[in-house]
């Protein structure tokens, strides 16, 4: 079969894509786009950095305005004799529940109470010698309006955070934390940002200028944060320690042969014996390791007297040492036990390696 004559038509010319570029005009546009980025990465960080500012700016005007209304807040959630009630709606609410939060956490008895439950019941948790704190930016939050009759008919003292003295929030309340009109760090001046910084700082500053005042320490914190980080850190040796049947107590006339038995049979199965006088007073202690350096040296008799061949003048620590100190001296020290003695010298109890790693110290 004959084959069609080829077409002399010219075939048309192919043309680049809006937006694409031939190689040349691409490698030649490349810096030109770098260049782009940058700037616009450096925009960017400016502006975080401007919100940061501004926020920093929000807060540290109001501490131009703390005085006499600050102390009389102070005074009531000081001496207050039922429990502080923080609300509030929205982002001031999520502020709310983080203040209440941290004064529960300080040992001040609270609760949040959300406005909009509030009229469907949760009123109930509000009762006599109970204090306010209600946080509204506008002071015209219409579920918190609500609630000021209520709080009047119940005799429950109001203090209010807000932007706004003139608001109708203010007006209702007996005390007022004014944090002044904020311009808000956002685009679009409307997100709640530097407003809600400056009500966050005024209430870290009410809750640490009450606990600066009350008497509050240390354990009394660590009552209330036992788990974490936190209750590690503060956690004391007497409540990790093993005592009663699970302290291995042996004497200083016992046998060798009574001291692994002491070892073996001891609740928890320490890996030491205490070695103690007749008074139960410290003499020595005596471990795994002792039994091992004892066989490889070929010590076979077992009925010699533990105090010939016990560690003498051992390491010590007392109840009330920190956890984390005596993890760092077991570190220091690299022994998996230490005895804990009293006062007087008395073998109290053993700290063992294993009660740090279940409590998570190593």
Same mark, same amino acid.
């Given at each position: 079969?004959? #084959?069609?004559?080829?077409?002399?038509?010219?075939?048309?010319?192919?043309?680049?894509?809006?937006?694409?570029?031939?190689?040349?005009?691409? *490698? *030649?546009?490349?810096?030109?786009?770098?260049?782009?980025?940058?700037?616009?990465?450096?925009?960017?960080?400016?502006?975080?950095?401007?919100?940061?500012?501004?926020?920093?700016?929000?807060?540290?005007?109001?501490?131009?305005?703390?005085?006499?209304?600050?102390?009389?807040?102070?005074?009531?959630? #000081?001496?207050?004799?039922?429990?502080?009630?923080?609300?509030?709606?929205?982002?001031?609410?999520?502020?709310?529940?983080?203040?209440?939060?941290?004064?529960?956490?300080?040992?001040?008895?609270?609760?949040?109470?959300?406005?909009?439950?509030?009229?469907?019941?949760?009123?109930?948790?509000?009762?006599?010698?109970?204090?306010?704190?209600?946080?509204?930016?506008?002071?015209?939050?219409?579920?918190?309006?609500?609630?000021?009759?209520?709080?009047?008919?119940?005799?429950?003292?109001?203090?209010?955070?807000?932007?706004?003295?003139?608001?109708?929030?203010?007006?209702?309340?007996?005390?007022?934390?004014?944090?002044?009109?904020?311009?808000?760090?956002?685009?679009?001046?409307?997100?709640?940002?530097?407003?809600?910084?400056?009500?966050?700082?005024?209430?870290?500053?009410?809750?640490?200028?009450?606990?600066?005042?009350?008497?509050?320490?240390?354990?009394?914190? *660590?009552?209330?944060?036992?788990?974490?980080?936190?209750?590690?850190?503060?956690?004391?040796?007497?409540?990790?320690?093993?005592?009663?049947? *699970?302290?291995?107590?042996?004497?200083?006339?016992?046998?060798?042969?009574?001291?692994?038995?002491?070892?073996?049979?001891?609740?928890?199965?320490?890996?030491?014996?205490?070695?103690?006088?007749?008074?139960?007073?410290?003499?020595?202690?005596?471990?795994?390791?002792?039994?091992?350096?004892?066989?490889?040296?070929?010590?076979?008799?077992?009925?010699?007297?533990?105090?010939?061949?016990?560690?003498?003048?051992?390491?010590?620590?007392?109840?009330?040492?920190?956890?984390?100190?005596?993890?760092?001296?077991?570190?220091?020290?690299?022994?998996?036990?230490?005895?804990?003695?009293?006062?007087?010298?008395?073998?109290?109890?053993?700290?063992?390696?294993?009660?740090?790693?279940?409590?998570?110290?190593?």
């Amino acid at each position: 079969m004959a #084959r069609a004559p080829r077409s002399t038509a010219k075939k048309p010319r192919l043309r680049a894509l809006p937006g694409r570029a031939s190689a040349t005009s691409a *490698a *030649a546009s490349a810096p030109a786009r770098t260049r782009a980025r940058d700037d616009d990465a450096e925009a960017t960080l400016a502006y975080a950095r401007g919100v940061l500012e501004a926020e920093a700016r929000a807060i540290l005007g109001v501490t131009e305005r703390l005085g006499d209304a600050f102390l009389h807040a102070l005074h009531l959630v #000081r001496e207050c004799t039922g429990q502080v009630v923080v609300t509030g709606m929205g982002k001031a609410g999520h502020i709310g529940q983080k203040l209440s939060s941290t004064l529960a956490s300080t040992g001040v008895r609270s609760v949040f109470l959300h406005p909009a439950e509030a009229v469907h019941g949760d009123l109930g948790r509000v009762g006599q010698g109970d204090v306010i704190l209600a946080l509204s930016n506008s002071g015209s939050t219409e579920e918190l309006l609500r609630l000021l009759p209520l709080f009047k008919r119940m005799g429950t003292p109001v203090v209010a955070l807000t932007g706004d003295a003139e608001s109708a929030l203010a007006k209702g309340a007996d005390v007022v934390l004014d944090i002044g009109r904020i311009e808000e760090a956002c685009p679009l001046g409307l997100v709640p940002t530097a407003s809600t910084a400056a009500l966050h700082a005024v209430g870290d500053a009410l809750a640490m200028t009450l606990l600066r005042s009350r008497p509050f320490g240390r354990d009394d914190y *660590a009552l209330l944060h036992p788990g974490g980080k936190l209750g590690r850190s503060v956690l004391r040796v007497f409540e990790l320690m093993r005592t009663g049947r *699970a302290n291995p107590l042996v004497l200083d006339t016992a046998r060798l042969s009574q001291a692994v038995v002491v070892m073996t049979n001891t609740p928890g199965r320490p890996g030491a014996a205490c070695v103690v006088d007749k008074d139960g007073m410290l003499e020595g202690i005596f471990t795994d390791g002792d039994l091992r350096r004892l066989v490889e040296k070929g010590h076979q008799d077992f009925e010699v007297p533990v105090r010939q061949v016990m560690g003498k003048r051992p390491r010590c620590i007392t109840p009330e040492t920190l956890v984390l100190t005596a993890a760092a001296q077991m570190r220091e020290l690299k022994v998996d036990q230490l005895p804990v003695v009293d006062v007087e010298g008395r073998a109290v109890g053993l700290l063992d390696v294993q009660d740090l790693l279940a409590a998570k110290f190593f």
